[in-house]
């Protein structure tokens, strides 16, 4: 295997179409003309992969996928580079990741191969769609879900995989801007034993009342405290979080079990180390956060993850009080390693780490 079958299907788009969609393609709105599948059973395991045209799938109403959320899915981003080559950024923690998903949602590992072959034949079809210029890129979203038309509950004994592309601008519609993010009061996303370090649409279920909050309250985004003792930061619903000190420390949560492993989050960390700043995973309590805000010893926070790149936070809200975080506008140091990242990404900056594989 580690080939996808090109699909000889037109596309469904037109080339006026397209252009108009990737000269403001927003995020998520807008889909390519094919996408990649391959099928798994228990008898026969994973079949040959597939290039097929987007569109709907037909499933049962029975399909377990509608009733125990046994479903798991990936997000990484194909960057144009000057010459026209299209590139991806550390595909093999996102095949990691996935295997890791898999077990815990007790899915079918697909393999690094097949992943990766995945990725390429999507985007070697639907190449007219990585834009060109400024922040934009191909987000590319691999999913697996239980397909099998069965209300007993166990593992899924059919299970689909799909690749579907989408043209990406700016993650938020405000751009680049500081976040308020709201600390919500209750509500966690993730629990001891529970499913936090896989990346599964579950997580996402149980983070949208928080994200609803967060809207009433004013907010971009909603932060999660630790499930069990509320008193340390986690993340938010779909990106992890750095805390920037004044002495130069610059710290992220300790990956407890219930926090998701960013790719992102593990290479600013690098980057970071690469600058000459002190870089750690630490637990971060949220009494002393707010504390060392309101003393000047935090000068930023930022948010990261594929989507969103890294983004500053500007203020953080709960029930009691809000805190601005610096002087509320993006920090030197975030914006630093935002420039280092994305410069690494479309090749204007040295690829020092071998981080980047091209797709096209
Ligand atoms: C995907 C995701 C992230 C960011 O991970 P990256 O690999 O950096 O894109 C962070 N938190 C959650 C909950 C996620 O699902």
């Avoid at 209750?186 to 909050?213: H, I, M």
Wanted: hydrophobic share 40%; proline share 5%; charged share 20%.
């Amino acid at each position: 295997m580690g080939e996808y079958r090109a699909s000889s299907a037109p596309r469904r788009i037109s080339n006026e179409e397209r252009e108009r969609i990737l000269k403001d393609p927003g995020f998520g709105d807008n889909f390519t003309d094919y996408m990649a599948h391959q099928r798994w059973t228990e008898a026969e395991g994973w079949s040959e992969g597939e290039i097929l045209p987007y569109g709907p799938l037909s499933l049962q109403p029975a399909a377990a996928v509608f009733h125990y959320a046994q479903e798991i899915f990936e997000g990484l981003k194909a960057f144009r580079h000057a010459d026209e080559s299209v590139w991806t950024f550390r595909p093999e923690k996102n095949a990691a990741r996935i295997q890791n998903s898999a077990r815990r949602l007790a899915l079918p590992e697909i393999s690094t191969e097949d992943f990766l072959a995945s990725l390429r034949g999507v985007v070697s079809a639907d190449e007219p769609w990585v834009p060109t210029g400024g922040e934009s890129s191909l987000y590319l979203r691999p999913f697996m879900f239980a397909s099998e038309s069965f209300l007993g509950v166990r593992a899924a004994h059919t299970v689909d995989y799909y690749v579907i592309a989408s043209p990406a601008g700016n993650y938020f519609p405000r751009g680049v801007q500081p976040l308020v993010v709201w600390v919500s009061p209750l509500a966690a996303r993730a629990g001891r034993g529970g499913t936090g370090f896989a990346k599964c649409g579950g997580n996402y279920a149980s983070s949208l009342q928080g994200k609803y909050e967060a809207a009433k309250a004013g907010a971009d985004e909603v932060m999660f405290l630790d499930s069990e003792t509320h008193s340390n930061i986690d993340e938010l619903s779909g990106m992890n979080i750095f805390v920037v000190y004044a002495d130069g420390r610059i710290v992220t949560p300790t990956l407890t079990g219930s926090i998701l492993p960013g790719v992102t989050r593990e290479s600013i960390l690098t980057l970071a180390a690469d600058r000459g700043l002190s870089p750690s995973e630490e637990s971060v309590n949220y009494e002393a956060l707010t504390a060392d805000i309101a003393a000047g010893r935090v000068t930023e926070m930022f948010a990261c993850g594929t989507a969103a790149v890294i983004n500053p936070i500007g203020e953080l809200r709960d029930e009691k009080a809000t805190w601005t975080i610096g002087n509320g506008r993006s920090g030197e140091v975030t914006m630093a390693l935002r420039e280092e990242l994305t410069g690494i990404q479309y090749g204007r900056v040295e690829d020092r780490h071998g981080w980047l594989t091209r797709l096209v």
